[in-house]
């Protein structure tokens, strides 16, 4: 069995939804602006939410919607850039959280495209009889990481969580995952710079240590990541459909990282499809890194449209930089 079933989707936006208008109090920048530009006309920010908190409530949702109790979870993985400690691992708190005592668990950070790697881990892992049971969970809080004085990322960043139950099936699959390290300082965000009692100089400067971005703000720089998401993404989705067998133009939907509508319809065109077939949710969620595939995947599921037997593909890129994309039969 090389495929996989997706048995349920869940998804958690935190309540506080932002319009575009709030930005223009804050930066220089424009509703007309960011709606042309990005696609974006509001994203919810997270108040009291946790990271590991609306991760539980989207895997919550997507076991409750599989019927699958958390004790059948034998593989639990998280993805996330913010989380909210650097020990122990997120996927251990929401284990917690949901009672899912017999899951193996882990996080992976695959920036963006970290929902991709982590849905083609567990499919690997799926391939053997010790796990039947994958809950894959993607949940994000970027405002904590945001420069809310940088107009050009500060409006695109939003919060939320996504999460899948997966099996495996006897379906076609592909996928396609890579990255380029020579990108890292196009997209990054620093750790603190510890000072211990023994340090006798500063820390060697690179590329992100010499940035004059505050500790733990995201700096990207836009104008590159837009040209190599352009390039990766048709490249990601023809390449999974060569290895699952699939013809592209037979794929019904296709799932993107939701940064810019605009990046999509340069995809969608080269790859030789119509816009339709692209889901978007970017106008009301923003860019929640790893979250927004599955948050898109389970507003397209709970629609009602997507049908059994159809072929779909998802793709994700960025900070790494990375890129992953996987084509599957729903
Ligand atoms: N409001 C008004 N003007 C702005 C804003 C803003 N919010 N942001 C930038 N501008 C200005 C710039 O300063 C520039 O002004 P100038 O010409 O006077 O210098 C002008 O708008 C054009 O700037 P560009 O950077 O060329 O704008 P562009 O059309 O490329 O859009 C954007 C910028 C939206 C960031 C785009 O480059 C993009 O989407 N890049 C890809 C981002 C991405 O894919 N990220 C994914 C990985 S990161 C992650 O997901 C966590």
Partial sequence: MNGIQICGTGSYLPPISVENEAFTSIVETSDEWIRTR??????????RDTVSGMGAKAAKAALEQ??????????????????????????????????????????????????????????????????????????????????????????????????VVVRAANTPYGSHLGADGKGAPLIFSKNMIPKTPFSKEPMEENEFTKNPTAPCHIFMDGKE??????????????????????????????IPHQANYRIVQTAMKNLGLPMERAYLNIDHVGNTS?????????????????????????????????????????
């Fill in 66 to 163: 599989a019927g699958i109790s958390p004790e059948q979870v034998d593989l639990l993985i998280v993805t996330t850039i913010t989380a909210d400690c650097s020990t122990p691992s997120t996927a251990c708190i929401v284990q917690g959280l949901l009672g899912a005592e017999n899951a193996m668990c882990f996080d992976v950070n695959a920036a963006c495209a970290g929902f991709v790697y982590a849905l083609d881990m567990a499919r690997r892992y799926l391939c053997f009889p010790d796990v039947k049971t994958a809950l894959v969970i993607s949940t994000e809080a970027l405002s904590r990481i945001t420069n809310y004085e940088d107009r050009s990322t500060c409006v695109l960043f939003g919060d939320g969580a996504g999460a």
């Fill in 225 to 254: 990541t837009y040209k190599f998401s352009t390039r990766v993404m048709p490249l990601c989705i023809e390449e999974s459909c060569k290895t699952a067998g699939i013809p592209v133009m037979d794929l019904s939907w296709i």
């Fill in 290 to 330: 790893s979250a927004s595939i599955p948050i898109a995947l389970d507003e397209l599921h709970r629609s009602g449209r997507l049908e059994r037997g159809q072929k779909i593909a998802v793709t994700g890129f960025g900070a790494g930089l990375v890129y992953a994309g996987a084509v599957f039969q729903w």
């Fill in 38 to 47: 990005t696609g974006i006309v509001s994203r919810h920010i997270a108040d």
